[in-house]
């Protein structure tokens, strides 16, 4: 990866001025991933909160190529245009180089997007798909998706006064990716800028599909003040709760750190007003349970990566 | 220029037009009776007579996703679909004709479920028929190689943009061999040029943003641009047409009349029954009856004055639709036509819907509906609007 200086001198494909919350995490994701490298991006963006905020037109803060088409079909349609720039170069219409980049939320991504992103996969485009995870339907209103952890209160999946939240744990969507054998895929978080920026390098430079899946803390849906997003993406870390880990040609695991102190859960979840239900007495045991399946994830995690625990 | 006479199925003469065009990318997934049509072209590009670069895609909502993308990228692109992959399209079709993308899709017309079938109707393209995409229709094997080679100049056209569709019928004409005449590759890569687009994700100098979040400020004069490309298709489709006339020797406008000009009474259709319907009409004028027909090429644009030029001097009309519009009054092609005849004609309309699900129509069904306008003729009084053909009540 380039040094700091040298990437302070590079190019951003999102510009400011974006109607995006105060402390939302997507575009810092974003702006570390396109800091990665020089080669111009076509982006494409699923429909969500990313889209609509940086597109209303007659404005658009993307500085790059980039198109929307729809929620369900983000992957689909940038394997169009990286199909088209393939065929325009053999054909000697086009000199060029370009690099594309697929982004979805959760639920573009883990929901009513996996079939087009298992499609892009398996045909081996050349597309880094960007999953920016804030763990619910934010764009709609903070509506439960496949990916909002067990627990944490949605709209549509609330706190009432016999159900606790979410009853289901979240998909494993990077496992799902991973299971398709592609050369590239690696969780992800914006407190670990470094780390965003070298998997995004190395995601842009395989010769086939990628996938970065970037948990994205979200201070409207997640319930906590916009000031803490890097605190909060940083234990999810410390939590194991998003261990960042990176698996070549859907084989080789690798762990890209591993916490000097594995945090309780407790303190991941003390810092939300989504699960801030789950810290009274009657709910410990679903506490309990919460911690018992990161502990047991975590240490498959570690024997995949052939780590010590 | 040479021509030639092969002997080809519907699908095989629209693989064989899509084969001398070379599009930069098809996408496209598998559906009956459409298939046949793209494991032919398939073979072209396995063979590498073209070098089309194929996105296999997982369904059709992809297949016409990807088209979006690659033709935002600046390519020449076609797919291809029958009944449900239409409907599974049917969101991304609007998006494809709002982004002004001059994509080409032949559409093998079945029924859509449910219940399931596999025959033909035209459900599909009528459910379809407000996305903004362009509807060609064939009656013949060497109308589907005719309108897939004009249909990429008349999506191109820079006062059109819009995407097109080129409809036959699933089975009856895809599954069906033919004679056709061609041209050359050559000669057809030239009729249709090189495509540039005018905005491309593929120009960093120029960078764009395709299918920014339109709101209640822009929406509507977008929406209004593009049914402006919808009207210009109105002079382009005909000059097109006479430009293909002379490269193929075959021209085509909206409609075609068969003994229509002294004609007092005539059916209106779409697709292969016009072909049993001209042989009714010989049949009748063998008689004396003065039996006429009219072919609908372009449902959209929807050629309103050229549909009412053509019937004026006629005393009852039927319109024959291959689908309903449930709990409309009649089919859709009846519809437009009673809607394009109201306050400018006094002409008696009537509607028989047939052939749903593939159910046969034969010459004696067409013949009913001929003696029942005989009879409208004579009487001025049409006893029913509305009625369908061919089925057990």
Not at chain 1, 241 to 257: A, I, Q, R
Request: neutral net charge.
């Amino acid at each position: 990866m380039a040094n700091l200086k040298e990437l302070a001198k590079r190019k951003e494909v999102l510009t400011g001025g974006h109607r995006l919350c105060a402390g939302c995490a997507a575009p810092i994701i974003i702006r570390q991933m396109s800091l990665a490298q020089e080669i111009p991006l076509v982006v494409g963006c699923a429909t969500g909160c990313l889209e609509v905020s940086t597109t209303v037109h007659p404005f658009t803060a993307w500085k790059c190529s980039y198109i929307h088409c729809a929620f369900e079909n983000v992957a689909a349609t940038v394997s169009g245009a990286e199909a088209a720039y393939r065929s325009l170069k053999n054909r000697g219409k086009l000199k060029e180089e370009f690099r594309f980049v697929a982004i979805g939320g959760d639920g573009g991504t883990y929901d009513i997007g996996l079939q087009s992103l298992s499609g892009m996969l398996e045909r081996g485009h050349r597309v880094l798909y960007l999953c920016y995870n804030n763990e619910a339907y934010m764009n709609t209103g903070i509506q439960r998706s496949s990916a909002t952890p067990k627990g944490a209160h949605t709209t549509t999946a609330p706190v009432g006064e016999v159900r606790v939240g979410k009853k289901e744990y979240p998909k494993d969507l990077t496992g799902v990716v991973v299971a398709h054998r592609i050369p590239y895929t690696a969780q992800a978080s914006p407190s670990h800028w470094n780390d965003l920026i070298t998997k995004s390098e190395k995601a842009l430079s395989v010769d086939g599909p990628s996938f970065l899946n970037v948990i994205s803390p979200c201070p409207l849906g997640w319930a906590y003040p916009s000031d803490k997003t890097i605190e909060i993406a940083k234990l999810a870390v410390d939590t194991c709760f998003w261990p960042l880990f990176e698996v070549e040609n859907g084989t080789t695991w690798k762990l890209n750190y591993k916490p000097a102190n594995k945090k309780p859960i407790t303190e991941y979840l003390k810092t939300q007003g989504r699960f801030r239900h789950l810290l009274r007495p009657e709910n410990k045991t679903v506490v309990e349970e919460i911690q018992k399946r990161i502990d047991d994830d975590w240490a498959a995690l570690l024997k995949k990566c052939g780590a010590q625990s | 220029m040479s021509k030639k006479v092969l002997a080809l199925t519907g699908n095989d003469s629209g693989a064989y037009a899509m084969k001398q065009v070379n599009p930069d990318v098809v996408a496209a997934y598998p559906i009956t009776p459409q298939t046949s049509l793209m494991e032919k072209f398939a073979q072209y590009v396995a063979d590498g007579v073209i070098d089309t670069e194929m996105v296999l895609v997982e369904s059709e909502h992809s297949a016409m996703s990807a088209s979006v993308g690659a033709s935002s990228a600046g390519a020449r692109v076609m797919t291809a679909t029958s009944s449900q992959g239409l409907a599974l399209m049917w969101e991304i079709c609007y998006i494809a004709a709002s982004y002004r993308l001059p994509i080409v899709m032949p559409m093998v017309n079945r029924a859509l479920s449910g219940p399931i079938n596999i025959h033909c109707d035209h459900s599909d393209a009528m459910g379809a028929r407000d996305t903004g995409w362009i509807q060609l229709w064939s009656e013949n094997a060497q109308e589907i190689y005719d309108n897939i080679i004009q249909a990429v100049r008349i999506a191109e056209d820079p006062d059109v943009l819009l995407p097109v569709m080129v409809n036959y019928d699933g089975f009856i004409i895809s599954h069906a061999v033919e004679n056709i005449t061609v041209c050359d590759d050559a000669d057809v890569r030239k009729f249709v040029g090189e495509y540039k687009a005018k905005y491309t994700l593929l120009d960093s100098k120029n960078p764009v943003t395709f299918g920014t979040f339109d709101l209640a400020d822009y929406y509507f004069e977008h929406k209004r641009q593009e049914i402006e490309g919808m009207r210009n298709a109105v002079k382009a489709i005909p000059k097109v047409g006479k430009e293909f006339a002379k490269v193929f020797g075959r021209e085509y406008g909206f409609l075609e009349g068969y003994k229509l000009d002294d004609a007092e009474v005539a059916v209106i259709a779409l697709g292969s029954t016009v072909g049993t319907a001209r042989a009714v009409v010989d049949a009748l004028r063998a008689k004396n009856i003065k039996a006429g027909l009219l072919k609908i090429r372009v449902f959209r644009p929807f050629p309103e004055d050229e549909i009412l030029s053509s019937l004026r001097h006629l005393k009852a009309v039927a319109v024959l639709d291959r689908a309903d519009a449930l709990n409309a009054i009649g089919g859709p092609l009846y519809n437009e036509i009673r809607a394009a005849l109201y306050n400018r004609s006094s002409l008696p309309v009537v509607n028989y819907v047939y052939g749903l699900g593939g159910r046969d129509i034969n010459m004696d069904d067409i013949s009913s509906v001929y003696a029942e306008l005989s009879e409208i003729a004579k009487t001025g009084k049409i006893k029913e609007k509305v009625k369908y053909l061919g089925v057990r009540e």
